[in-house]
């Protein structure tokens, strides 16, 4: 008997070990002027959120590590780089 999972339900089953500060920075006075906010738009963990005056909030803390948002943003937005050994996502499910 096989058990299929969805992939909310198999991101789910992952966990995060933070470290002390961020790994990824964005840059906001590039992220201002970024009109289609892609970031937003591809993140697969959805942590990056618009506000009011342009700027955009990342919630770090779940990030998957896949770097769509350093494909996806304008060049020179993100401070981008893995955490330490031993942070970040763990993956249960490949």
């Not at 966990?15 to 990824?24: A, L, S, W």
């Not at 770090?60 to 970040?88: I, M, N």
């Amino acid at each position: 008997m096989s058990v299929e999972f969805s992939i909310e339900a198999k991101l789910g089953q992952d966990t995060f070990k933070v470290d002390k500060g961020p790994h990824i920075v964005p840059d906001p006075a590039v992220c201002r002027t970024c009109g289609p906010k892609w970031c937003i738009k591809t993140c697969p963990a959805h942590l990056y959120a618009a506000n009011g005056d342009g700027s955009v909030t990342l919630n770090f803390e779940g990030c998957l590590e896949c770097g769509t948002c350093l494909v996806a943003c304008l060049p020179r937005s993100l401070d981008w780089h893995y955490p330490r050994g031993g942070f970040g996502v763990q993956l249960r499910y490949g």
